[in-house]
Nanobody
């Protein structure tokens, strides 16, 4: 599956952005999807994940209550609604996909994901 992320930009602290990830292929619903982010000089970190059906989600503590992940299997898209943005949310955001397994759980490492989008930059000014 090929992934294309979009929607990044510059926003003031407290503002909102919506990222979108478009996937190619006819088997999008076979994949658990996730968003990761990487700030300058830091490791890529997990943000949120959604199960193949959209029925289950997990969030990193740092974004819980502010970010919402959703997906539309008919349109092959996964979105990330980001509200109450903070300067520390500044990063390149990546969408990622992995085939769903027997158990849906937050990833232990990013290497569990086989497919990655190119990233979209989110900059939050103070």
């Amino acid at each position: 599956v090929q992934l294309q992320a979009s929607g990044g930009g510059l926003v003031q602290a407290g503002g909102s952005l919506r990222l979108s990830c478009a996937a190619s292929g006819r088997t999008f619903s076979s994949y658990d999807m996730a968003w990761f982010r990487q700030a300058p000089g830091k490791e890529r970190e997990f943000v949120t994940t959604i199960s193949w059906s959209g029925s289950s989600t997990y969030y990193a503590d740092s974004v819980k209550g502010r970010f919402t992940i959703s997906r539309d299997n008919a349109k092959n898209t996964v979105d990330l609604q980001m509200n109450s943005l903070k300067p520390e949310d500044t990063a390149v955001y990546y969408c990622a996909a992995k085939l769903y397994g027997l158990v849906f759980a937050p990833p232990r490492t990013r290497y569990e994901y086989d497919y990655w989008g190119q990233g979209t930059l989110v900059t939050v000014s103070s």
